[in-house]
């Protein structure tokens, strides 16, 4: 499986970003998708994650209220609102064969960098 991030960058706080991750070279099955962030001298930590069929969405509970996650087929995006310089960090796009939860993630892209300034 291949995962290919993008829409990493600067933005100032209290704007918006959006991030898409591209997955390829998986045959067959439901997967779910989402993404993690690892920030400076932190552990990296799920930030959202979709259903196949787009119907199951699971949040950080201490993001939900700024994040929209999306998917068309092997495509997931997320749009993160009125971001802050603490969501400063490393954005990675997963691939779960299993369920949304957050430890069935198994596949890992490289990884976005995403800069928030004050």
């Known amino acids: 499986v291949q995962l290919v991030e993008s829409g990493g960058g600067s933005v100032q706080a209290g704007g918006s970003l959006r991030l898409s991750c591209v997955a390829s070279?998986?045959?067959?099955?439901?997967?779910?998708m989402g993404w993690f962030r690892q920030g400076p001298g932190k552990e990296r930590e799920g930030v959202a994650a979709i259903y196949s069929g787009g119907d199951i969405k699971t949040y950080d509970s201490s993001l939900a209220s700024r994040l929209l996650i999306s998917r068309d087929k092997d495509t997931v995006s997320l749009e993160m609102n009125r971001v802050e310089p603490e969501d400063t960090g490393t954005y990675f796009c997963?691939?779960?064969?299993?369920?949304?939860?957050?430890?069935?993630?198994?596949?890992w892209g490289q990884g976005t960098q995403v800069t928030v300034s004050s």
């Open positions: 070279g998986y045959i067959g099955g439901s997967t779910s």
């Open positions: 997963a691939l779960s064969t299993e369920t949304c939860a957050w430890d069935d993630f198994s596949a």
